[in-house]
């Protein structure tokens, strides 16, 4: 069983149902190379990331609506599944610490304070800024309004890029 998963937002896209190995999972983020956005928690994890780009377009999260207002740059951007007992185990919590709180809000808590995510408010006293490159909260999205559209941008990105590596290890 993997100790966590990493992938691109556009691999995240082609995934419909949550594999097996990944159901363990209840702690995620979603990060570029030098920050990250968005640390969340859930019993399901998979399916609350989903949730989160689902409700984007509708405007009723804030995470989903970040990666529409930032397509098609958002699909470079990483989904992170993590397992709250490991976070935990690294940050060597005491017993009484757990009982004196929920383990999975204490790993959550643990791994926003390490990481100050930009998008982020409760539990974050420092969030990082949100770096300029991308559009702010209040923007509105460019792209389409339309999953299936975005699930097949994503397939024809990840598609191009395929064609590029093999290209690459031919010469």
């Known amino acids: 069983m993997p100790s966590s998963v990493t992938v691109s937002l556009k691999q995240w896209l082609q995934i419909e ?6 159901r363990g999972f209840d702690l995620y983020l979603l990060r570029d190379e030098q920050v990250v956005f968005y640390v969340g928690q859930s019993h399901a994890a998979f399916e609350r990331v989903w ?3 689902l409700q984007g377009f509708r405007g009723r999260s804030a995470l989903g609506w970040f990666i529409l207002c930032n397509w098609p740059a958002s699909m470079k951007f990483t989904v992170e599944l993590l397992r709250s007992a490991d976070i935990l185990a690294a940050h060597s919590i005491s017993a009484d610490q757990l ?8 790993a959550e808590r643990l791994l926003i304070e390490h990481c100050a995510p ?10 990082t800024l949100l770096p300029a490159v991308y559009a702010p909260l209040t923007a509105k999205p460019i792209c389409s309004r339309s999953l299936k559209k975005l699930i097949r941008e994503a397939a024809r990105s990840l598609d191009a890029e395929a064609r590029r590596e093999r290209a690459a290890d031919i010469w």
């Open 51 to 53: 949730q989160h780009i």
């Open 17 to 22: 149902h949550c594999p097996a190995a990944w």
């Open 99 to 106: 009982e004196a709180e929920n383990s999975l809000n204490l």
């Open 118 to 127: 930009c998008l982020n408010e409760a539990l974050n006293p420092h969030p």
